[in-house]
């Protein structure tokens, strides 16, 4: 069993940065980021595979969010640089045993709660 804990998540300003943690547990092959706005579906932000062999991004951040895994603490960290009022959102860690789209939300078996982001002056 798959367990996904988000943490980091809060209020920042326009331009500046904040980092997400996702603290893993159980055997993944790809682990992602999405975040979700109230009334609206779930969209994809990030995502790795966990062998290292490459990450994936969405247009819209691409240049300024990096995800990372960190092997020691299995966790999957997402660091937002230059955040903008439209990247505020709930933001959630999902992951999947099995190879599909990372791009698709579907495709994803285990999801965390979700964090709040919030970017605001």
């Known amino acids: 069993q798959v367990q996904l804990v988000e943490s980091g998540g809060g209020l920042v300003q326009p331009g500046g940065s904040l980092t997400l943690s996702c603290a893993t547990s159980?055997?993944?092959?790809?682990v992602g980021w999405f975040r979700q706005v109230p009334g609206k579906e779930r969209d994809f932000v990030a995502a790795l595979l966990w062998s290292g062999a490459g990450t994936y991004y969405a247009d819209s951040v691409k240049g300024r969010f990096t995800i990372s895994r960190d092997d020691g603490k299995n966790t999957v960290a997402l660091q937002m640089n230059n955040l903008k009022p439209e990247d505020s959102a709930v933001y959630f860690c999902?992951?999947?045993?099995?190879?599909?789209?990372?791009?698709?939300?579907?495709?994803?078996?285990?999801w965390g709660r979700g964090t709040q982001i919030t970017v605001s002056s």
């Open positions: 159980g055997t993944v092959l790809f």
């Open positions: 999902a992951a999947s045993t099995s190879p599909r789209n990372m791009r698709a939300a579907r495709s994803y078996d285990y």
